[in-house]
């Protein structure tokens, strides 16, 4: 049992070792994966529980949305409707009709699996009543937050709209912003310069551009997605291959604006005029008109603010299973008779476990731990915290992190908050007390 339990003490130690190191020499993929909430590790208490910040793994958002489109009564098929293609006016011989199976075109297919042939795709009833707005919102509910980790991409059966707008709520669609706008013409559309994601800087991450890189209409075989841009803009941060992941942990750690940005409970595709390809709208076929989507990807995580690492969907609702004794549905808060300090979100720093800030229990007295809350902002600069085991600290840039060098007094630790290896807390002593690690009298006979 001893034997196992050293073990696991070795093991643990030696992972974060090899971790960090291999962090410095830029080996991406070891840390930074944050799946683990907690795990055993041996102190001179014993078997005792390390708690690590965690989050869930990203996957497929689509399989748990709820949709909603406005007006109710957009979707093509009632009555039934010849429409044409937008290429040849002559050929209008596609039947959209909501009665029959294979020529309903409801707003699941949107979410089914694409790779079949032919694709099955969600289809807006025609521009009848031009030069009236065709205009359609397209509503996508979570119910839940969510931290977006992959492009949001629209692939469009039609040609791709003329103008759209992509729009998000952090507030289950009780306030929208717009995340991206599109046009052929952004200046006429929008009154906006045109823009890329590729012209965005660290700086200005954050702005909301229109771009005409998604709307070209008439390339309706090849150039078929409307892409919001997540992995451009993470690179702002962590390089073109985002192979420098703890720079930009160490961002979203630290700068809740950004953190906010890709975080989401609902998205809104504004449909706001259909391709037509030409610079006139025939209006003799005004059936060549019309919003047809065979697939929209949304990629991210349930947002569980460093507390879980795994999310369930349950009676129609998507929860953290929360760790860290947190409660609520992104483990936002403490559990009742753990209120023992103030709630706080988990913290990617120091990479690569990260700070948990666990909640503790309501009758225990302050615990042996800095306010890493507090270090996570000013700590390029002066905190260096050590409770006087150490009065050097080392910041590396790399990591974000300001560490302790060289602890006395039989501290270790980034903040040489813990005893080394063989000597227990001394109970009395204040946490800057030079007593403060005792030597473990079993030590002496081991
Ligand atoms: C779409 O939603 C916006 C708000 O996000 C609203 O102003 C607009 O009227 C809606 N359009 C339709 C067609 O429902
Ligand atoms: C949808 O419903 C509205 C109001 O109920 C009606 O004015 C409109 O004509 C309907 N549109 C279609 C395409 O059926
Ligand atoms: C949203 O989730 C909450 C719980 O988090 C639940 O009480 C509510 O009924 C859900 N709303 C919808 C529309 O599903
Ligand atoms: C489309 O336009 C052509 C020529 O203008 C006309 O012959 C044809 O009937 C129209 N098709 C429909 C479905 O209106
Ligand atoms: C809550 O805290 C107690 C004591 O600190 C611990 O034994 C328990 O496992 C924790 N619960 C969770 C769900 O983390
Ligand atoms: C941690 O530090 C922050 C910022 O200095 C402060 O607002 C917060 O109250 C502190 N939390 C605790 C538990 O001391
Ligand atoms: C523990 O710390 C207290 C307070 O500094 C000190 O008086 C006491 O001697 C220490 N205990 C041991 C065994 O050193």
Redesign the pocket.
């Known amino acids: 049992m001893a034997m196992a339990a050293r073990w696991t003490a070795l093991i643990t130690l030696q992972a974060v070792w090899a971790c960090l190191c291999q962090a410095m020499q830029h080996y991406p993929s070891v840390w930074g994966h944050y799946d683990v909430c907690?795990s055993q590790v041996y102190t001179d208490e014993g078997l005792t529980?390390d708690y690590m910040a965690c989050q869930p793994e990203a996957t497929d958002m689509t399989k748990y949305l709820r949709v909603t489109l406005d007006p109710p009564n957009i979707t093509c098929g009632d009555p039934p409707e010849t429409y044409c293609a937008l290429e040849n006016p002559y050929m209008c011989n596609n039947e959209c009709d909501a009665t029959t199976e294979e020529l309903a075109h409801p707003p699941e297919l949107m979410f089914d699996f694409e790779g079949r042939n032919p694709t099955t795709f969600w289809q807006s009833t025609s521009w009848k009543k031009y030069p009236k707005p065709l205009q359609v919102n397209i509503t996508l509910s979570w119910n839940k937050t969510v931290e977006l980790t992959d492009d949001i991409v629209i692939t469009f059966e039609s040609g791709r709209p003329e103008q759209m707008v992509l729009e998000k709520s952090l507030d289950y669609g009780r306030t929208w912003q717009p995340y991206q706008f599109y046009a052929t013409d952004c200046l006429d559309a929008f009154i906006m310069e045109p823009k890329t994601v590729h012209e965005l800087t660290q700086q200005t991450l954050l702005d909301i551009i229109c771009t005409e890189d998604y709307s070209r209409g008439y390339v309706w075989k090849y150039d078929k997605t409307v892409r919001f841009e997540i992995k451009d803009r993470f690179a702002l941060f962590a390089g073109p291959r985002l192979h420098n992941m703890a720079s930009l942990y160490g961002q979203l750690d630290t700068t809740k604006n950004l953190r906010d940005f890709f975080t989401i409970t609902d998205l809104r595709i504004r449909l706001l005029r259909p391709a037509t390809g030409a610079t006139m709208v025939d209006e003799d076929n005004l059936s060549r008109y019309f919003y047809a989507i065979s697939d929209i990807k949304v990629h991210g995580r349930c947002k569980c603010n460093l507390h879980a690492n795994s999310c369930v969907f349950d009676k129609d609702r998507l929860a953290c299973e929360c760790?860290?004794?947190t409660t609520g549905p992104d483990c936002g808060r403490c559990k009742k008779n753990?209120q023992g300090r103030a709630w706080s979100v988990g913290s990617y720093l120091p990479i690569p476990k990260g700070t948990a800030n666990i909640c503790?229990?309501n009758n225990l007295g302050p615990v042996i731990r800095p306010n890493i809350s507090s270090l996570g902002v000013a700590n390029r600069n002066q905190d260096c915290e050590c409770f006087g085991h150490s009065n050097r600290c080392s910041y590396i840039e790399l990591l974000n992190a300001v560490i302790c060098v060289s602890c006395k007094h039989n501290t270790r630790g980034q903040h040489c908050q813990h005893c080394k290896f063989g000597y227990f807390r001394n109970i009395s002593a204040k946490l800057d007390d030079e007593r403060i690690c005792l030597a473990s009298v079993m030590n002496g006979y081991l």
């Open positions: 907690k529980w760790e860290h004794n753990y503790i229990p």
